[in-house]
């Protein structure tokens, strides 16, 4: 957890992260900022919540509770907590605020957006349910709330196989990221009606690029996101989302790992894991690094910028949420 305890444990936490950079200049460039939100958090009742791909100084230092997006937006009810600061991009801010209406939720950076979020319009999902009557939409969590209010139920990259399989049916649209579709078909068998949408960090790895890792170490585990290109998971040993990723390094213990992923989780994963070598492509998420300590600090003394959701939204969206955390 962050708040007081994380400062007194930073030594441990930066450990890895060290070696690249001495701790003196970290604590210069940071101190300030650390201390500056550790306070502001006091005195505005606020949590942070971190996405597992923020960077260490975020992630370990100041963040309340850390996940994946859902992780983030369910564990938030559950605090006693006025304001919630996203450190994440928009559209998980928008989840946060619609699993938690009474609570004010900020985003440090209006610009942190997502290249899947982006892809698809709620006006293309009515289309496609036009094309496609009776079908049901799975849309991945990594969307607004526009298109989440179009959909009949959420899922995640670590629950869609469950959420696809609990729905009974041949086939699904399942929107908008078509790498993770075809990799739950390839899973389940289930026909996906996909959409073109892509993650920009995932969709850059590729399978020459994995062998050419397995060449240069041989007993590497190769751990891939779902959201890669099939022919990527192909070459994986496993496959998962960040939050299986965590659990699969906690308890398997791989001597060494290369995590097909974005580039921050190896490092946040490394402080956790001294006893595991971290193989470290680095595929980096422009929009998740618009979110800095500065920033964070900034919101919170600003109190800026609170993320609103149209009322017409509000209960469709959140309730294609709530039907995927019914499964
Ligand atoms: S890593 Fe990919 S899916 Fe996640 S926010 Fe960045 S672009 Fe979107």
Redesign the pocket.
């Known amino acids: 957890m962050g708040g007081p305890n994380a400062l007194q444990s930073r030594d441990r936490l930066y450990e890895p992260v060290s070696r690249l950079m001495a701790w003196e200049d970290w604590e210069r460039l940071y101190a300030d900022d650390i201390e500056a939100i550790l306070r502001l958090k006091q005195e505005r009742n606020a949590v942070i919540l971190a996405h597992n ?1 923020q960077t260490p100084e975020i992630f370990h230092c100041v963040a309340d509770i850390r996940g994946d997006s859902l992780a983030l937006a369910r564990d938030a009810q559950n605090l006693d907590a006025d304001v919630i600061v996203m450190a994440g ?1 928009h559209f998980m801010a928008e989840t946060a605020k619609l699993m938690n209406p009474d609570k004010t939720v900020l985003i440090p950076d209006e610009r942190a957006g ?4 982006e892809s698809i319009t709620a006006e293309d999902v009515r289309k496609m349910k036009e094309r496609y009557p009776g079908v049901p939409v799975v849309t991945y969590v ?1 969307s607004t709330a526009d298109v989440k209010a179009e959909t009949d139920v959420c899922c995640t990259s670590g629950n869609a196989k469950r959420v696809v399989e609990s729905l009974n049916v041949p086939r699904v649209i399942m929107i908008p990221d078509e790498f993770l579709a075809q990799n739950i078909q390839n899973e389940t068998g289930i026909e996906m009606l996909t959409w073109p949408g892509h ?4 969709e850059r790895f590729t399978p020459q690029e994995i062998r050419q890792y397995r060449r240069m170490h041989p007993d590497v585990t190769v751990i891939a996101h779902p ?1 890669c290109p099939p022919e990527v998971v192909a070459e994986a040993d496993y496959s998962g989302s960040t939050a299986n990723m965590i659990d699969y390094v906690a308890t398997q213990k791989p001597e060494k790992v290369l995590l097909v992923t ?1 580039c921050s989780m190896s490092d946040n994963l490394a402080t956790l894991n001294p006893e595991t070598e971290f193989v470290r492509p680095c595929n980096l ?1 422009p ?2 690094k618009r979110i800095t300590l500065a920033g964070i600090r900034r919101a919170l003394e600003n109190m800026e910028t609170p993320v609103t959701i149209p009322s017409a939204l509000e209960a469709p969206a959140r309730a294609a949420v709530e039907r995927m955390l019914a499964i």
């Open positions: 791909y991009v997502c290249s899947l979020a990594n993650c920009e960090v995932h959201e974005e998420c929009h998740m």
